[in-house]
Structures are given as C-alpha cells and as structure tokens.
C-alpha cells in the first residue's frame, strides 16, 4: 500500500479543511528572514486571516505577537490544518504529532522527498502510509502551498512583498511553485483569485481532488491547471466531463515530449502520463488545453469577466487590415469564423465613413483625416456589438501618444458594458506603454479583458467559443 | 504592364534612395497636428536628420523654421526623395511633377488605393505604370513609412511621442504599419534597429528588393518581417538562399488559412500566396518562420545580442523543476536537447550545494536555506556556462521581492560575458514587475537578451540552433 501513491476511495477527499481552517499550527522556524515560518505567520496576518494562528517551535517565546509553543501537544484548542516547514528527517515524528492531535491537513512545504532521490522517496511513502492510516490529508510535499482569498488565507512560505491578492473567480492549481504569490504578480493581473494550490510532488492531494472541491466552491467559477503529471486517468476523466459541464477548465500539461516527461519524472517521483493519453482525455472530458505557461493567468480572464459567445461569428475592429488578417488566420483555428456586417451596421458605418462598413471594420483610414473620430467612435464600437450578425467581438485599440483616446474608448466601453450580452476581448498597442497599460487597467476595471498580444486575444475568444460547444454538449 | 504588379528586371531595384537620402521633399499638409507633413518634417528634424527637407504645400509660408514651396518645380536643388501624402486622385499629377523633378524615389503615404476600391486599384495600376516608364521607385501606398537609425531619417507621419530609435542590427520590414514608431514602444525595446520599411500596398517596391537591399546594408545583421503575400515566389526563394547564408531572415505571414487568406487580398489589393508552397519557400530559402505578431520584436534579440550555438545541447538553469520541464517540451520541437553535465561541473555544483549537480540545474532548495546563496550564484552560472558538454544555455531568474539579488545576477553576468563564445537566453519572473523590469533592462544593457516567457525564450534559442544549420547548408 502507498507504494504507487494511489489513495483508496474510502479515504476522505474533501480538501475544505485546507481552505476553510479555523486554526493553523505554523511548524517550522520563526527566524526573521525571508523565508519560513516567520513569513507565513505575516503573511496570514497582513492578509486578514482571522482564524487562530499557533506558532511551533522549540524557542518559545512570541511571534509577530503570537505565543510560540514548543510542540502541537502543547497547544490545548483544536488544530484544523498544519503547515510544515522542517528538515524532511523530522517530519514523519512532528506528523505521529499531528495525528495524535487529530489534525487532519497538512501542508507539507518541506522538500528532499521523492524529487530528490531514493532515500526521500523511501520516506515520502512512509508518511503517505502514515497519513492514510490516520486520515490525515497532505497537500505536497514540496510545495508552496495554498491561498483561499475569501478568508485571507496566504500562508506563503515566501516573502512576496504583498500579502491580498485580489478576490474572484479564478482557481490557480499547479504542479510547481511558479503560480504562487512569491512568482508571480498577482496584484498587476485583470483577474481576481479564488484559491491557489501548488501540489508539490502531490503524494496525497491531487489534480482529481481539487477538481471535485472546486466544483462545490461557490466563490470559483474558471479552472486554471499546470500539471506534469495525472495520478489516476479513469477518475480524471471522470472527473473533468462532470466540472466541464459546470465550470471550464484550462490546463497547460507539461511533459508532452518523452524527453519532457522523463525530467518531470526526475523532479517530482510522479510517474508522468503519455500525451496523447492525456490529449484523448482533454478531448473527452472537456477540458480546454493551454501552451504556455503565461496563459495560466491570462486566459482564464474571458471566462472570469465575459459571457460565452453563441455563436462563432467573429466581428473585428482594428486601425490596421494587418492585424484583421492575424486575427482570421487564428480564429480559425479555433472554429471562428469573421462574419459579414448586417446591411444594418454596414449603413450605418458608411454614414460614418466611406468604406467603414465592412468587416473587419478598419477604422486606421479615417482616424487621421476625420476631425471628431474620438467622439464618433463610440457609436462604432455600439454598432459593430449591436449587430445581429455578430457573436463575438475582438476589438484592437490604438493608444497614440498624447493620450487623447483614452477617455473616449472608455466611454465606447461604459456605453457598451449595460448593452450585451456577447463576448468582447480587446489589444491595446501604442508608442507609449503607460498610456497603454492605463487604458488596459480601465478596461479591465470596467470589466473587459485586455490581452497582451492579438493571438492570445483571439486564442481567448475561441477557448470561450469551444467552451459553448462543450456546455452545449458538442 | 503593371496590371499584375510584377516589376521588370530592368528596373533599378536598389532601394538605398529610399534611406540614404540627401535631400527629401514632404509633400502633403502642413498644419500642425497629429498627423500629415507637419509631423514629418518634426521627427526628421527631431531624429537628427542632415538632409536637406523641402516642405511642399500651397499654402506657402514657413514650417519648423523651413520655407515651404508651392511645388516641388520651385525648388531649385535636386530632391533624392519625395513623401507623399495627399488625396489619392491628386497623385497622379503630383507623380509627374516627381518625374520632371527627376525624383527616383518616392514613399506614398496616402491611400485610398487597391486597398479601397475598383477605382483605387485602377488608379494604383496608373500610377505603378507611370513609375515604371520614368524609373520612378516607390514605396507604398497605404504605408506608414520608412527609417533608418543611422542617419535619423524617421520621416513618420503619425506623432509617436519620441523621435530616435536607439540603433542597432535588426531591419524591421513589414506589410501594415503596425511596426512603425507610431505603433511600438520601441525606446523601450532591448534590441537596437536599423531600418523599418511598411511595404503598404506593395505596388512596386517589395520584400525581395528589401532583402536584397539589406543583404549589403551593413548596418543590418538580422532581418525581421511581416509579409501577407509574396510578389515573386521564384525570386523570393533564390534570394531567400543567398541572403539566409549571410545573414537570418524571421517571417511572419498572415494569411496561413484561406479564410486570412481572402482578408488579406481584400485589404492590400495584394493576391495571397497558398500557405503550403510558402511553408516549402521558407524551408529550402532557409527561411526562420514565425507565429505571433510580438515575435517580430522579440525573437531576433537572440542574433542581434549573442554567438550562435554550436551545437543542440542546452543547459539549463532554473528555480523549479516545472520550468524544467516545460523547457524540455519546448526545447525537443526545435531539435535541442536537454544536456547531461561533465562529470566536473557536477562536482563543483554538489560541492556547493547538495544534489545541485544534475541537470535541469535547480537552485530552489538551495535558495532559501544557504545563507551565502548569493555570493555562490555567479560561480554556478559560469560552471555551467564553461561546461563542455552545454553548447547553449536557458538561464530562469527569480526577482524576490525586496531585490536583493539583483546584484548577484548582474555581477554573475558581467563575469560571464568576457568568457564565453557559447548563447544564453533568460527569463526573470517575480512577484513585483518593477524588480523583474530592472534585472532585464541591466541584462539587455549587458548585452544578455531577456524574454517575456519561458518558451519564447526557448523558441529564440531553438531558431539560432536552426540558423547555426542553415548556415552549415543542413
């Protein structure tokens, strides 16, 4: 038993003790550093977590005004979650605590397990029999754990600088340290946050459980997953086509080429899985199948602040044919199709300008020549999302250097935002990159995602349109 | 004649009229704003230009300090170029007073051409056969321009907001206006550039007399393009062979699937090229081909800053195992594989820490509990650098947040860049933008490209190992 890593089914898989604890034990040192026990303590606090927090370690005396005890015995209330952070020999004595404790979660952040070498694999299945024994679930280990942003729960074991990130709909899980709040600058993203999980070498915890426990987590609306490895593909599958139909779900899998799948094997001891196994399971299940490592936290923005398109009409707007031509090339392969503007919109538009009418609107002839083009353009921008022909719309913003566009493409947008009910991406670019990340921002506050390239706009778009089709059942 | 577009061999096809101009006149409105003459004439006199500038425009009187003329016969000296940028149906008689004027060269900036309408490509078909008869060459129509950085000719017609580009060996040329200063940060690019050339509509001067005219500029040592059709596909390839032998050519072509295909047609005039003899174009020219509109900006940074590997095997150096992985994955699509270390590096990296000797090198269990890790990471980068079995190395840099390992990074580089004959491609990631900007801003300065993502820089390494091939005819 433990040997492969597989959990029984007997086994409790609800990770909400993790998410939802109301005490946490902090095992490990309390140095002022940047690094370990003394961090995740500040962290927690600065985030606001209101549950009780219990210092461990043999010092004694008081942290960050909390009372240091020398052992989780010592501690007379109940502990819901514990994290540790201490030498990988030590841990499987502080985990006979933890049972005896009748803690039930635990965050391993200590490394030297699996991913280092034999002896750490020797030990880390001792522990997973350990904690299976005693219904102990374990998060890890290696890993930098967890955040749930509606209770301020940000135990980062790394100095980040900051310790909210901003609340919402995301959930980021990943099979690396790179997507928690030390990597990553999750103040500066459009997109507001759920809850994070790194599984470490995911002797316990995995892809699966989280999947259910998201599912049932109200505060989680989009998946986002990096993953090098799958624990269990019947249940994954299972799984994904049951959470698919509810919530979409992004995963970036590492390990695609054999080469890739063998340095995974070597980082985290999980055995890694065939891609195109994994390909026929994305398929099947209805998950939405990431490239890059960036898409993690920019993708999941279409699903987060727009509705689903209905259709695959594409509408574009641009001020260059160029970037109309980029934008069809790839929406095609994501099954958009640019549509033909209704004799409607069309008429419109040519009232406006001659030769506006037609897709993709080009609006780069008549910015220069016409005088009022910034008080007109909200009415292009209307007219385009209007019409009857158009199910999603990418539009492309120039910022020119003196700024003078801003206010009236926010105006385009406040006119458009009660409007819709359809999907609108948008790239901004310009000379000057404040003042193109000044309009991103006010978008993004107003609620329409802004990408950082026109592909990755697009490939958002037509996640957001493969997405329609598996809710529909397609 | 000219109703295909396809240029005689006769005709004089250099094009360094175009950007070693004497003399330019800049014929079109002078009024002050955002757009048109008045602009021009500001960032070729911003931009440092030498030149003689000749304001053309009836309203006589005196631009930025220059005295305009009516018509260019009212010049007296000789004009090598002349900007256009008037109502398309004044053209025509504008073009003859260029021939009188004996003007070689002439950048069209207005349009409403083949791009339009019927009529327009009627009266683009009039004025390509015009030019033809007189020997007359011309740039555009329907095109942002031209520069050259070391002369300070940036005649752009649009207000960017700056003036110079910093110079360097990367020809930007392209078939929209999208790369032109008005449309790029490019102050805040690391690469240095030495001309940018929007083709517009590409009547008669086109990307085979660009890369024939860049083959000899010796400013130029990378050539970076956007192309939505090719003019000539014989001549494309036999001059793709040649120049690809000397120096690397980077293509984006839009218009990959038919869809793009037709959008591309109806907004250049310009008839597309079927993808797959362009694929086939690409591969026997030697051609390194592009996928993403940002690619364009960054990818050549790899040529323009570092020696081409010598051979497949990569090093790399990382804070997580994931980063690994997805280095693997994307490093084995372009023929580069993950290297094994000399026995000797191996010993000197687990002499420094534990385990730290294999590759992907990983520093992340070292980081936060070697106390000196710091003062210890320029020797681990240069012994992996001097490795003999790395011929190329992705280096991952973790921006804490309090920047304290800023300096050991640069000093590490610093150390390293005497040293070494061998490519290293970085990425830097941390939780606050600022820190990770400034480490890639020092290590551009060095001369060290940083990348915006984990596969884009693999992908920049990938295309040198390519170019290192075609160099050697494989």
């Not at 220069?368 to 209307?382: G, H, R």
């Amino acid at each position: 038993m433990g040997k492969k890593g597989t959990s029984k089914r007997s086994h409790k898989r609800d990770p909400s003790l993790f998410f939802d604890p109301r005490s946490i034990a902090v095992i490990g040192s309390l140095r002022e550093g940047l690094f370990g026990g003394y961090v995740v303590i500040k962290s927690l606090l600065s985030a606001g977590y209101r549950g009780e927090i219990y210092p461990i370690n043999p010092s004694n005396g008081v942290v960050h005004g909390l009372r240091v005890y020398p052992s989780i015995k010592e501690v007379e209330a109940d502990i819901d979650l514990a994290l540790i952070m201490i030498n990988a020999r030590a841990v499987p004595q502080v985990l006979g605590e933890c049972a005896e404790k009748s803690i039930k979660a635990v965050v391993l952040v200590s490394d030297g397990f699996a991913e280092r070498d034999q002896e750490g694999a020797r030990l880390q299945n001792e522990i997973v029999a350990f904690a299976r024994e005693r219904g102990i679930r374990i998060i890890g280990p290696n890993t930098a754990g967890i955040v749930n942003t509606s209770n301020g729960l940000n135990p980062c074991p790394y100095e980040a600088g900051y310790y909210k990130l901003k609340a919402g709909s995301v959930a980021i899980c990943s099979q690396t340290g790179m997507s928690n709040p030390q990597a990553f600058p999750y103040p500066d993203l459009g997109l507001g946050v759920s809850k994070i999980c790194d599984f470490g070498n995911k002797c316990d915890l995995d892809e699966c459980d989280m999947l259910e426990y998201l599912e049932k987590d109200p505060a989680t609306q989009v998946i986002s997953m990096y993953l090098e490895s799958i624990r269990d593909g019947r249940r994954f599958l299972e799984i994904c086509k049951r959470v698919s139909a509810q919530k979409p779900i992004l995963i970036l899998k590492s390990g695609r080429t054999e080469e890739g799948a063998k340095a995974s094997e070597s980082h985290t001891g999980a055995m890694a899985v065939d891609d195109k196994i994994f390909e026929a399971a994305c398929s099947q299940g209805g998950v939405l199948r990431l490239r890059e490592f960036n898409a993690l936290f920019e993708l999941p923005k279409i699903f987060a602040m727009q509705p689903l398109p209905r259709g695959n009409r594409l509408g574009i707007i641009s001020y260059t044919g160029g970037v109309g031509v980029l934008a069809t090339d790839e929406g095609t392969r994501y099954g958009l199709a640019v549509t033909r503007l209704s004799r409607k919109t069309s008429e419109i538009l040519n009232g406006i300008f001659p030769g506006l009418g037609v897709m993709p609107v080009d609006i780069g002839p008549m910015a220069p020549v016409v005088k009022d083009f910034l008080s007109l353009y909200p009415k292009i921008l209307k007219s385009v999302m209007a019409d009857e022909n158009v199910d999603a719309l990418f539009n492309v913003l120039w910022a020119d250097s003196t700024g003078m566009h801003t206010e009236s493409y926010i105006k385009a947008y406040e006119e458009v935002k009660g409007d819709t009910q359809k999907p609108l991406v948008t790239w901004v670019y310009g000379p000057d990159k404040g003042l193109v990340r000044d309009i991103a921002e006010r978008l993004e506050y107003l609620g329409f995602p802004v990408f950082s390239d026109p592909e990755t706009a697009i490939k958002a778009m037509g996640l957001a349109f493969r997405y329609t089709r598996i809710r529909e059942g397609k």
